[in-house]
């Protein structure tokens, strides 16, 4: 951590994550504590900040930061910053460079190896999965960063694989580093954080909010030199990485499939739109010969990964937690209904990974759609925590939003 890492953290709590403004003060001032020195006046003659970011740079102090530097500090987290060595310069060339990273491991030097992306849908194809794992495995075994979101499906594939290859793989979260978020995932990212790095723009216990995920993005595409899509849905988040890696100036990479294969809608139509398409970890190293002498060896064939490696890694929609196969009992009206008592110990060892007030919450909608309110009064939780269970079950894909602000099982 440098001596100016508390002064990152109060820009960032001023500012908030995924701000430009960022840059702007990384052009235009010597350093941070140059800016925080220039006070009131200086800011305003900024002329770039909204009321509320000013009000914020005039509101919080640098003891406000304490509270984050003191707890990454008691967690053996580092805080890498814009003027850290640490931080790489391929983040300093984007439109919204993170004011402050928290590092749980060693952030692999990505300015000068080859770095790749790998991304797709939670919900992934069994086939789907083994090409990650393969071609992840393949890209770590010969010195290639991997680099993923540590999501369901194809994100935990592409760990699996760099992690069973000996390699380097980094994990970007959504969320905040030591946040109880995808608990299933908890031993992945922790051997993750032994061999490269768990990082988060979001301070160390941030929960997950929807818009969270899309803004990490970027940080995903900026530390690669290009971004293997592997499977993707016509509406898959894998599709966000892909336009903000373009955006950048990254290469897109994606495997095709079959046109009757709804995962395969996106990549086919990324191909279509000039995406090189790959099948192997080999296309995407030619397309580095010339700045990387990379020649793959011990590769992994997709014959030789077994089918209990692949159904051990968790997807993420699921048939809507077995809820049709739950006993049931007759009502007034002869029809079949859920035995509500037992399907709340269903539901609790079907939701792996989420926490209890999530699984409380679940339990509602399970017996009928509702609302925020109606979860309210039903749980006498407060909103923000209802709010907060919902973005949980969203996730893992246990309820959708419906029109109305109706939470309902998918479907």
């Given at each position: 951590?440098?001596?100016?890492?508390l002064?990152?953290?109060?820009l960032q709590k001023?500012l908030?994550?995924s701000n430009?403004k960022?840059?702007?003060?990384?052009?235009?001032?010597p350093?941070?504590t140059?800016?925080?020195?220039?006070?009131?006046?200086?800011?305003?003659l900024c002329g770039?900040?909204?009321k509320?970011?000013?009000?914020?740079?005039c509101t919080?102090?640098?003891q406000?930061?304490?509270?984050i530097y003191?707890?990454c500090?008691k967690?053996?987290?580092?805080?890498?910053?814009?003027?850290s060595?640490?931080y790489?310069?391929?983040?300093?060339?984007?439109?919204e460079?993170?004011?402050?990273l928290?590092?749980?491991g060693?952030l692999?030097d990505v300015?000068?190896?080859?770095?790749?992306?790998m991304v797709?849908?939670r919900?992934a194809?069994?086939?789907g999965k083994k090409?990650a794992?393969s071609?992840?495995?393949?890209l770590?075994k010969n010195?290639?960063a991997?680099?993923s979101?540590g999501?369901?499906?194809?994100d935990?594939s592409a760990?699996n694989?760099?992690l069973?290859?000996?390699?380097t793989?980094?994990?970007?979260l959504?969320?905040g580093i030591?946040?109880s978020y995808?608990?299933?995932?908890?031993q992945m990212?922790?051997?993750?954080?032994?061999?490269?790095?768990?990082?988060?723009?979001y301070?160390?216990?941030t929960?997950?909010?929807?818009y969270?995920f899309p803004?990490r993005?970027?940080?995903i595409?900026?530390?690669?030199?290009?971004?293997?899509?592997?499977?993707?849905?016509?509406?898959?988040g894998?599709?966000?990485t892909?336009?903000?890696?373009?955006?950048?100036?990254?290469?897109?990479?994606?495997?095709?499939?079959?046109?009757?294969?709804?995962?395969a809608?996106?990549?086919?139509?990324?191909?279509?739109?000039?995406a090189?398409?790959?099948t192997n970890a080999q296309d995407?190293?030619?397309?580095?010969?010339e700045k990387?002498?990379i020649?793959?060896?011990?590769t992994l064939?997709?014959?030789e990964?077994?089918?209990?490696?692949i159904?051990?890694?968790?997807s993420?929609?699921?048939?809507?937690l077995?809820?049709?196969?739950?006993p049931?009992?007759?009502n007034?009206?002869g029809?079949a209904?859920?035995?509500?008592?037992?399907?709340?110990?269903?539901?609790?060892?079907e939701l792996?990974?989420?926490?209890?007030?999530?699984?409380?919450?679940y339990?509602?909608?399970?017996n009928?759609?509702?609302?925020v309110?109606?979860?309210?009064?039903?749980?006498k939780?407060p909103a923000a925590?209802v709010m907060q269970?919902?973005t949980?079950?969203?996730l893992n894909?246990?309820v959708e939003?419906k029109?109305?602000?109706v939470?309902a099982?998918p479907g």
């Amino acid at each position: 951590m440098t001596d100016t890492a508390l002064y990152w953290i109060w820009l960032q709590k001023c500012l908030g994550c995924s701000n430009p403004k960022v840059n702007t003060i990384l052009r235009f001032y010597p350093s941070i504590t140059d800016f925080y020195e220039g006070g009131q006046q200086e800011w305003r003659l900024c002329g770039c900040f909204t009321k509320k970011e000013f009000s914020n740079l005039c509101t919080y102090t640098i003891q406000d930061a304490r509270e984050i530097y003191d707890r990454c500090k008691k967690l053996g987290y580092k805080i890498v910053t814009p003027d850290s060595p640490e931080y790489p310069q391929l983040l300093k060339e984007i439109y919204e460079p993170p004011a402050v990273l928290y590092v749980n491991g060693i952030l692999p030097d990505v300015d000068n190896i080859l770095a790749i992306a790998m991304v797709g849908t939670r919900n992934a194809t069994p086939t789907g999965k083994k090409l990650a794992y393969s071609i992840s495995y393949d890209l770590a075994k010969n010195g290639v960063a991997v680099i993923s979101g540590g999501a369901l499906g194809i994100d935990t594939s592409a760990h699996n694989g760099a992690l069973a290859a000996g390699g380097t793989t980094i994990c970007v979260l959504g969320c905040g580093i030591n946040y109880s978020y995808l608990m299933t995932n908890a031993q992945m990212r922790s051997k993750i954080a032994n061999s490269g790095a768990v990082i988060s723009e979001y301070p160390p216990d941030t929960p997950p909010q929807k818009y969270s995920f899309p803004k990490r993005n970027r940080i995903i595409s900026a530390l690669s030199q290009g971004v293997l899509v592997v499977e993707a849905g016509e509406k898959s988040g894998a599709l966000i990485t892909a336009s903000t890696a373009l955006s950048q100036n990254k290469d897109v990479f994606a495997i095709p499939g079959q046109v009757t294969n709804a995962f395969a809608f996106g990549t086919n139509s990324l191909i279509k739109q000039g995406a090189i398409p790959v099948t192997n970890a080999q296309d995407i190293i030619n397309e580095y010969s010339e700045k990387y002498s990379i020649t793959l060896k011990d590769t992994l064939p997709l014959s030789e990964i077994s089918d209990n490696i692949i159904n051990s890694i968790p997807s993420g929609k699921k048939p809507p937690l077995s809820v049709n196969n739950m006993p049931s009992v007759k009502n007034n009206t002869g029809k079949a209904t859920p035995d509500i008592g037992k399907s709340n110990v269903k539901v609790h060892t079907e939701l792996n990974g989420v926490s209890e007030t999530a699984k409380s919450v679940y339990s509602i909608i399970l017996n009928n759609s509702s609302t925020v309110d109606d979860i309210v009064i039903k749980t006498k939780l407060p909103a923000a925590k209802v709010m907060q269970a919902l973005t949980e079950l969203e996730l893992n894909d246990a309820v959708e939003r419906k029109s109305g602000g109706v939470y309902a099982l998918p479907g």
